[in-house]
């Protein structure tokens, strides 16, 4: 049976236009984001675009600030570290919470995932692999065991996702990160859910630390 797909709110439209504009790093920290432009942008009324801000702005996407409006939000390093490691523990709370959902299916999906990001690697393509690391961690976490862990989950995401150098910033981050996926995914494939779990800990808690230490290099600041 086919799914049907999923009915979106215009509210919905237009946060996920703003949030595919964050993603994409067409809106990068700083960036103003009104409610005409983006009411504009979708061909939509202003009223469902002030709620799409308000929502992204109560999830963390963006900021309220007293000058300039409403901005995809910074972060400071103190923050990046805190939010990588909480993805972390939800990570690995999904996982040891989920070992029935990775099932021949879930496995072969995260097979998948991993053979398009090493051809990302291949390509160093920063914007393929970015996605593919989301689909990745939405794999570990979004089951039905895990359901509020995952709506938590998403919420960092979308504090994450403000960074705007990512992946393309750090040294050996594509291939540091898919090192640290294919070790997950033995472990998965090994039925070792602790260790599955204690290796996606890891991988947040080093990626969020070698962004730290990049983003302090790049930029001499601690906000990103």
């Known amino acids: 049976m086919t799914a ?11 946060a996920q236009y703003i949030q595919e504009q964050i993603l994409s790093g067409e809106a990068p920290a700083g960036t103003q984001i009104t409610t005409k432009a983006v009411s504009m942008a979708t061909g939509m009324s202003e009223t469902p675009v002030r709620e799409a801000i308000k929502s992204l702005a ?16 910074s972060l400071n390093s103190a923050q990046i570290g805190e939010i990588f490691e909480l993805r972390g523990l939800l990570n690995a709370q999904a996982v040891k919470r989920s070992p029935d959902s990775f099932d021949a299916v879930r496995l072969a999906r995260i097979d998948d995932n991993i053979r398009k990001s090493e051809r990302a690697v291949d390509d160093q393509d920063f914007a393929a692999y970015s996605a593919l690391n989301r689909e990745f961690h939405d794999l570990l976490c979004n089951t039905p065991e895990a359901e509020w862990t995952y709506r938590m989950f998403s919420i960092l995401q979308g504090q994450s996702a403000v960074f705007r150098h990512g992946f393309r910033a750090i040294p050996d981050g ?27 800990y890891e991988d947040e808690v080093t990626a969020g630390q070698r962004l730290i230490d990049t983003l302090k290099r790049i930029d001499g600041q601690d906000d990103v």
Request: charged residues 25%.
């Open 4 to 14: 049907k797909p999923k009915y979106m709110t215009k509210s919905e439209i237009a």
């Open 58 to 73: 109560a999830e963390g996407w963006l900021k309220h600030t007293a000058h300039h409006g409403t901005v995809v939000a």
């Open 174 to 200: 594509l291939s540091k990160s898919l090192e640290a996926h294919l070790a997950i995914r033995e472990a998965l494939r090994a039925g070792d859910f602790e260790a599955a779990a204690q290796l996606v």
